[in-house]
């Protein structure tokens, strides 16, 4: 029992400790400058803001890659899920370094989440023909699926 | 394996998708308020304020959600996941047409996480039981919260 | 299946039932203050400063608790949680209280955080370990952390 579920999810858990970690990063920039902010408070309402955005989107991508990783397969759900948390990088040092003028808008990564959420119906239409069709492309599924996620890379 | 837990789990996960397509609905609002921001404020800060209400409450309203799925049955739990959308949606759009004087509360939605609370505690409780004592009502306890979860619905 | 499925989480969702409980109560108190914010804008900007700065951490611990204790054992992990819930309620009361000069910082309950990730790193580790070299350590490492967690209730 122990084993089976952990062989279905553990690349989940991978990406799920990585984001946990660019959390706490996150979270130890917000706190480092609200000890320092007399120096400069719009520093720090500048991260403030950008460590909100991104914590406002934590559970919903949460939420989509296990659902993704647990409806079809996980090993495209866990590259995806690589893929955001960089993107989610990238928003967060570009928030920072910005200029108040011209920050980056309140979404990233929507590309991903989209996939992502795509995987997720994809897997619940399979099980859903798979029950009352008798008919099973799951295999079929994961081998798209595995090659679609590459067409994430593309800039 | 895979058509076993699919099976117990699609309904949350289409709830899921469906909050999830609503979350993303109301960052895209968020956003375009957020970019042309210039002509009123007081339009961007209640979108942005009944955004954030909705999303400090989105965690728990999944972790019941799924316990409550999980532990007992998962139509019931399904059923109160989409009311509670229903309600998430009426209180964005009712924060958003208010004038300031009269913003609708911080909370919403009290009756379905309340009932999806009790849900999950009935759960564990049955389960204790089942675990000591050898007696299963699962099955009874499963008609009723079918039948309860149609008092959802009274206004 | 059922029984088998809620036997491996029912702490962890009993533990998640208090944390939403603990939400409950937050959100009650930034409601109450919400209504007779008239009366001192101060005290309502702090208890919604220390909700919010519950929430934003929220998903991250819920995910790496759920983790651990899906990844290695349920016992040890629903402890931290509990630990974490009652630091957590402590720096909500202690942000309350205090006069603007001097709240606490914005992370809180560091420790039990680490602890969960290392618990979820360990059985990722011995999980792979299982996989290529056929050893399993699951119940030696299982001892030491139900021992090593007895080491967060140090002060």
Chains 1, 2, 3 share one sequence.
Not at 12 to 25: D, H, Y
């Amino acid at each position: 029992m122990y084993a089976k579920v952990v062989e279905n999810i553990y690349l989940l858990v991978i990406v799920t400790l990585i984001s946990v970690l660019q959390n706490a990063f996150f979270a130890l920039k917000v706190e480092k400058e609200c000890n320092n902010q007399n120096v400069k408070t719009s520093v720090f309402e500048r991260v403030a803001c950008a460590n909100r955005n991104c914590m406002d989107a934590y559970p919903t991508f949460l939420a989509v890659m296990w659902c993704a990783g647990l409806c079809l397969s996980q090993a495209p759900a866990a590259f995806a899920g690589i893929l955001y948390l960089i993107v989610r990088q990238k928003y967060f040092v570009g928030y920072m370094g910005q200029t108040s003028q011209s920050t980056p808008g309140y979404l990233f990564g929507k590309r991903m989440l989209f996939f992502l959420f795509l995987m997720c119906v994809v897997g619940i239409f399979n099980y859903l023909l798979t029950r009352y069709y008798g008919s099973d492309y799951k295999e079929y599924v994961e081998t798209i699926t595995g090659a679609a996620s590459a067409l994430l890379l593309l800039p």
